[in-house]
């Protein structure tokens, strides 16, 4: 099956640096991958849909200059979190679609862990 | 846009019973329904889904019921196992556009 990947599993950063997030389809093409966070307890809250070759759609209430999304490549999305404080803890996933088969189809990720002290 | 109800948000079992979780969707237009399980930590993982085109789907111990009238569908576990026991979300999509999901269901199986 589709298996999407995301690196790093975890991390912890200081208040007011930047995190990048990698999220890789491993073996299928995705035009469009999803950016989602996830406090705990809580469901999926969707941030951003990023398409290969053009600008991400933030969804209302995300700050596209504080969450930086980048799809280069059929393959690669990248979501950078600036100047994180503690209130962006949280776990982010994201998902992949694929071009074709199963369209309606997302992967996830196994999911970023990010804790801001 | 869409707006996707999910009840109850916490539901025990006995072991061998059958569970059912229930979800709304606002948007008439949604024609894709999946279901997710989510372990603490982890990706949501696709355990069904259903199209408008269906009314009911069945894989094994699990099942998914549509009805696009009332704009509801429904998840069905039976013969419950410990290993079942997990947060899970439903959600709807319209055409291309996003999952909208479900504020999920923690589901415990007592053995």
């Known amino acids: 099956g589709a298996v999407v990947s995301q690196h790093p599993s975890w991390v912890i950063c200081k208040s007011g640096t930047s995190v990048k997030i990698e999220c890789r389809s491993l073996?299928?093409?995705?035009?469009?991958m999803f950016w989602y966070r996830q406090f705990p307890k809580q469901s999926l809250m969707l941030m951003a849909t990023?398409?290969?070759?053009?600008?991400?759609?933030?969804e209302q209430g995300v700050e596209k200059d504080k969450f930086l999304i980048n799809h280069a490549s059929l393959t690669l999305s990248t979501l950078t979190v600036t100047s994180a404080h503690p209130e962006d803890s949280s776990f982010y996933i994201c998902s992949a679609r694929e071009n074709s088969g199963r369209p309606h189809e997302q992967y996830f990720g196994p999911g970023t862990r990010l804790t801001v002290t | 846009g869409e707006n996707v109800e999910q009840h109850p948000s916490t539901l025990s079992v006995q072991e061998g019973d059958s569970a059912v979780i229930k979800c709304t969707y606002s948007?008439?237009?949604?024609?894709?329904f999946p279901w997710y399980k989510q372990e603490l930590g982890k990706r949501p993982q696709l355990i069904i889904d259903i199209r408008s085109n269906v009314g009911e789907k069945k894989d094994q111990r699990i099942a998914v019921t549509l009805n696009k009238t009332a704009k509801h569908f429904s998840l069905h576990i039976t013969e419950t196992q410990p290993e079942d026991s997990a947060v899970y979300f439903c959600a709807a999509k319209t055409g291309a556009n996003n999952l909208f999901f479900g504020t999920g269901t923690r589901l415990t199986v007592i053995p």
């Open positions: 073996d299928f093409q995705a035009t469009t």
């Open positions: 990023s398409n290969e070759g053009s600008k991400a759609t933030y």
């Open positions: 948007d008439s237009a949604s024609n894709y």
